[in-house]
């Protein structure tokens, strides 16, 4: 890893994680494989000048089906490094609030 850019891939917005950021103080990203909480700490602060309190993550695995016909595996998305982003009280990524 040489940048920041290179950790943070993408952030996640779903259901789940709309409620967290609202309620919790929470972020969900999608990181590289080979970052560690150090690095997307450090990435999240410089990026959206908050303050992180905490951060975990987790490897969510591929998503798999099978074939009816000849009952192969079929792989539908790869599996992918998540990281959720505690942040300190008062503090806010105003990317993941929308349109006001």
Do not use: C, W
Request: proline share 4%.
């Amino acid at each position: 890893m040489t940048s920041i850019y290179d950790v943070l891939r993408r952030p996640i917005i779903t259901e789940k994680s709309t409620h967290q950021y609202k309620k919790l103080n929470q972020y969900a990203f999608e990181v590289a494989l080979d970052a560690n909480k150090r690095m997307i700490k450090e990435a999240v602060e410089e990026l959206f000048d908050v303050k992180v309190e905490k951060v975990n993550t987790m490897i969510m695995p591929a998503k798999r089906s099978r074939r009816p016909q000849s009952r192969r595996l079929l792989v539908r998305s790869s599996a992918y490094k998540k990281a959720i982003v505690t942040l300190e009280l008062g503090d806010t990524i105003p990317a993941f609030e929308g349109v006001r």
